[in-house]
């Protein structure tokens, strides 16, 4: 409420206003000068969680600056990788858009079902190899914050310990989420993907089109596009296959001919991949409105059917109140210059040096 209060100051507030709220209008706008405002308010449940919302009024923004096409865009081709071998390729039935996705988890049966094949493939690589972690992995650049939408989603959905029933939870449940985009992360934590010492299943995204088409003249013409995907497809394969030693050997003495048999042995172990790394290929046409609801969708789906399978409730978030009520004590202990001691020893500690030290 402090962000709708500060708006409700704003000077401008007559000319340009306009509410998203799970808040009853008559408690978001309580005075009597803003009633007029009441109409500029679009309500929504207040069930309805944050990491959901996009979905509700609160997309309204999203809808007045895209419109709605009634275009359809082709659905994503999904390849899965890893045990050392490919995998087939599963098609979702016309997923022209976030409400169709829906529809096909909904009705598909559960051998043709996308987001229920990735609720298990993700609880395979959890409760049986011990992952604990899946990076998503979007080559292309509009979806740099893919992953981080999908740590909320994903983490604040089912990174719960207590089943519906009260019981503790005997298995492991919601994986971290993280990642960055395309050649970003592969300068950066690729290394301990593929040699580390943890198993990391991925997910990697990419469209076949791009909407930047960037060609270099570098003495011939070079598309920018292609060159990404070629790293696109090259690491999901050398996750799966990796590198042999016998491979390493070979390719040392062509491209050495001078060096000696003792420091191509010495040098074998480290450029050597063990493969069988786990991860899922996506690729679709073009990312468009229609194709990131998809995929939003699609995890969505996905997460829920994680939670149903752990017994645990994918649409509460406890774990975020506590905080909460322990910030509304807090605030008031900020102020003035006296020492507190209402809390643990580290946090009173923590408290009482912002205060000796604030300006």
């Not at 829906?102 to 493939?121: G, M, R, S, V, Y």
């Not at 950066?188 to 997910?203: E, M, N, R, S, W």
């Not at 807090?330 to 003035?336: A, S």
Request: proline letters at 5%.
């Amino acid at each position: 409420m402090t962000g709708v209060e500060s708006t409700a100051a704003w000077k401008a507030l007559e000319a340009h206003y306009a509410a998203t709220s799970s808040v009853h209008v008559r408690d978001l706008f309580p005075d009597a000068i803003l009633l007029e405002r009441r109409r500029d308010a679009l309500g929504f449940w207040d069930w309805v969680g944050g990491r959901y919302s996009l979905w509700s009024a609160i997309g309204t923004p999203i809808a007045l600056s895209l419109g709605f096409d009634a275009r359809s865009v082709p659905g994503p081709g999904v390849g899965h990788g890893g045990g050392g071998g490919g995998g087939g390729i599963l098609y979702a039935r016309d997923p022209s858009r976030a409400h169709a996705m829906d529809q096909h988890f909904l009705t598909a049966e559960p051998k043709d079902n996308l987001p229920l094949t990735l609720a298990l493939i993700g609880i395979w690589y959890n409760n049986f190899h011990g992952a604990e972690s899946l990076a998503i992995l979007p080559y292309d650049q509009y979806m740099h914050r893919f992953a981080a939408y999908f740590q909320q989603g994903d983490m604040e959905s089912n990174g719960k310990y207590v089943c519906v029933d009260g019981t503790r939870a005997n298995v492991q449940t919601g994986p971290i989420i993280w990642g960055e985009p395309g050649t970003n992360g592969q300068h950066a934590f690729y290394q301990l993907i593929h040699q580390g010492t943890k198993v990391v299943p991925c997910d990697f995204l990419a469209p076949i089109e791009t909407h930047n088409d960037v060609v270099s003249d570098l003495g011939a013409p070079v598309d920018h596009h292609p060159i990404l995907l070629s790293n696109y497809f090259a690491q999901t394969e050398a996750m799966a296959f990796g590198r042999s030693a016998d491979a390493v050997r070979a390719e040392l003495k062509a491209e050495n001919n001078n060096m000696a048999d003792d420091a191509i042995e010495a040098l074998v172990p480290h450029k050597v991949f063990d493969g069988n790394r786990p991860s899922t290929s996506f690729l679709f046409r073009k990312l468009t409105p229609r194709m990131l609801g998809i995929l939003i969708s699609m995890y969505e789906m996905k997460i829920f059917s994680q939670g149903a399978i752990w017994g645990i409730n994918s649409f509460d978030q406890w774990g975020v109140e506590l905080g909460k009520a322990l910030a509304k004590k807090i605030l008031p202990e900020l102020d003035g210059s006296g020492e507190v001691t209402s809390h643990d020893s580290s946090t009173n500690g923590l408290i009482n040096y912002y205060k000796a030290n604030k300006k």
